[in-house]
């Protein structure tokens, strides 16, 4: 590989890992398509920003785009504060709104600068180790490295610092209130930090595809784990996993980089959900199937158990009158029968089907619950 | 900051006078509730009897009146008071164990930033243990049952060790089990010289589990002993004619009222 590669493979991994963990909490805040809109309007913030500093590479920027990410959290509040407008719509007219604004600006002011409104959108990572960090004519790797790296340390340390009251807040904000800690501090302040991720990583991969990163690879942790830092953990995990898939897909397919990266968290997610050992959509079925088999089992020993000694006995127990009173078709009715012969419950003999010892005792533990 | 409690009422709202959007759901209300006593805050659906808990700690802004805890205001005495919210109220679904929402109890004795150790996790598996929850302490809250989980928030305000408990409808959807064990906590809070003040829908068990009672319907119809005031007149003016099976007889009781 190349240093140029490595250079592109690193921001890749370092942005997967900084969007996954502002995007943890907003997933389980329930706040995905604020990621959407944030990561759309900030590029209002930079264009603003430019405008007063008039330098691409300014820090300066990212301050306008955290504070108009914040700015769009509270226009989307007010909307939907009025009762009128559900907050989904709200964000769909908010961030419109801002991020068209963001696009007439460039589009008529800034037209012989380099802000492209099809960077912005898609981001070209493969440029990142182009554009280095030099300070006195040292060469110490690409910029972008250096800002996605500085964000994720912030957001590790803003995550393991006010871990404690990230979790109350999200998950029982009246406690959070009660206790003392402010909801809506907490609240403003992952917007904040989720701004200023997404300005920091749309340079790399473009302002949709943060959006993958920051909701997919959480998604796909929620349902592989019921532990938050777990959840946080796996998400930073599978984030960087994808990021570098997505690296040699593009490569294989000669493909843009930031699209192959946001497809394997796609398949990524998609693995996860048919497969995740307990609550897949496999194992999910599987459980089901087994409940079926394990109630028909049960209903075919209580039946057997209520008419034991009863003079209708010798009616009840023959194999073809379950078809019948269970509504059973005949091939399942055999199978639960067979199956309860194997596991030694009932007995069938001439044509009538008795209850074991062990068939008598499951019958009373079923009839209990 | 040290807390009183000194001889003052252990919450004392005046005037309280709240409105969504200028529609009054607390109408002047008043509420002492004195130290020690169990009181139940009774009232038809939409009566406010949530707005006023959640008054009284502070989430909602009232647009007059105050509220007084031990004498000074609920900023100052935020730690003398524990909060068991509705279980509906919460996301259940969150990755978590019972263990770690009792040790949210905890947040607020250690303030911003200090995280809880080992200190606090003991505390949280006594509080567990207390409402005989100890065998679910690694559970993830979703495979709990109701009744448990309920079990859960109680253990939770337990585990703040305060003086006054405002409970949002701790009986609702529970078992027998836990609600026997709920009224066991009640009555041991107060043999500890604890206040609870809780909202309750079961008109029938009023009697039975608490001391005091306040009605109310967005005004306080009557408060104060339950053998005082928790009559038929009382409760005809506080559910008007939805009360089942009301008026009639001259010497209903009230427990006759529902049948």
């Known amino acids: 590989m190349t240093s140029a590669q490595i250079d592109v493979l690193l921001v890749a991994v370092v942005v997967a890992a900084a969007c996954a963990i502002p995007g943890t909490f907003l997933v389980l805040r329930r706040m995905a398509m604020m990621s959407d809109a944030i ?29 108009v990410g914040l700015l769009t959290v509270v226009l989307v509040e007010m909307v939907s504060r009025t009762g009128l407008v559900r907050e989904d719509t709200a964000i769909g007219l908010v961030f419109p709104a801002l991020f068209s604004i963001a696009v007439i600006l460039i589009s008529s002011l800034a037209g012989n600068v380099h802000l492209d409104s099809d960077v912005v959108l898609l981001g070209e990572i493969a440029f990142a180790p182009f554009n280095r960090f030099a300070p006195f004519g040292v060469d ?90 777990r959840m946080l953990g796996l998400s930073v995990v599978i984030g960087a996993a994808s990021a570098v898939g997505g690296y040699w897909l593009a ?11 946001a497809t394997v968290v796609g398949i990524a997610f998609i693995l996860v959900l048919f497969l995740a050992p307990q609550r897949g959509l496999v194992a999910t079925a599987r459980r089901r199937r087994r409940q079926r088999w394990t109630f028909a089992r049960q209903m075919l020993l209580i039946h057997l158990a209520t008419h034991e000694g009863t003079p209708t006995e010798a009616d009840e127990s023959r194999p073809d009158h379950m078809q019948r009173h269970m509504r059973w078709p005949p091939e399942f009715a055999n199978r639960v029968v067979h199956t309860a012969t194997e596991r030694g419950l009932i007995d069938l003999e001439n044509d009538q089907l008795r209850l074991t010892a062990a068939g008598r005792e499951a019958a009373r533990q079923a009839a209990l619950r | 900051m040290r807390l009183r409690t000194g001889n003052a009422l252990a919450v004392q709202a005046t005037d309280l006078t709240l409105a969504y959007q200028q529609r009054p759901v607390l109408w002047d209300v ?24 959640r008054t009284l700690l502070g989430l909602l802004r009232p647009a007059a009146g105050e509220v007084l805890v031990f004498g000074r205001s609920y900023l100052e005495q935020r730690g003398l008071v524990a909060y068991v919210p509705q279980r509906g109220s919460v996301d259940w679904d969150f990755p978590t164990t019972a263990l770690d929402v009792v040790t949210m109890g905890t947040y607020g004795s250690l303030g911003w930033v200090k995280r809880p150790g080992a200190s606090e996790r003991s505390r949280a598996t006594a509080a567990l243990e207390q409402v005989g929850m100890q065998d679910y302490a690694d559970r993830q809250i979703s495979q709990l049952s109701g009744g448990q989980q309920q079990r859960v928030f109680l253990a939770r305000a337990l585990v703040q ?36 003040v809780a909202v309750h829908h079961d008109l029938q068990t009023v009697a039975e589990y608490f001391d005091q009672v306040t009605l109310l319907n967005v005004r ?13 007149e009382n409760l005809r003016l506080t559910y008007g004619g939805r009360v089942a099976g009301i008026g009639g007889r001259a010497n209903a009781t009230p427990l006759d009222m529902l049948a």
């Open chain 2, 30 to 53: 008043d509420l002492e509730v004195p130290r020690g006593v169990l009181m139940a805050i009774v009232g038809p659906n939409g009566a406010g009897k949530t707005t006023l808990l």
């Open chain 1, 39 to 67: 990561s759309h309007t900030v590029l209002l913030g930079i264009v603003l920003a430019f405008f007063v500093v008039a330098d691409l590479n300014s820090p300066v920027l990212i301050l306008g785009a955290a504070l």
């Open chain 2, 161 to 196: 060790d305060a003086e006054i408990y405002l409970m949002d409808e701790p009986f609702q959807g529970v078992d027998a089990t836990t609600e026997r064990a709920i009224v066991d906590l009640l009555r041991a809070l107060r043999t500890a010289g604890k206040t609870v």
């Open chain 1, 140 to 229: 110490l790797g690409p910029i972008a490295l250096w800002v996605m790296g500085a964000i994720l340390v912030v957001n590790l340390a803003g995550a393991s610092l006010f871990f404690k009251e990230l979790k109350l807040a999200t998950f029982d904000p009246a406690l959070a209130a009660a206790l003392g800690f402010s909801p809506a501090l907490v609240h403003y302040g992952l917007m904040a930090v989720v701004s200023v991720t997404a300005v920091g990583a749309f340079d790399a991969v473009g302002s949709i595809l943060v959006v993958a990163l920051m909701i997919g690879p959480p998604a796909a942790a929620y349902l592989l784990t019921d532990r938050l830092p």
């Open chain 2, 220 to 232: 306080r119809i009557a408060a104060g002993p339950v053998d005082e005031v928790f009559t038929e």
């Open chain 1, 251 to 261: 490569r294989l397919l000669d493909a843009s980089i930031a699209g192959s990266m």
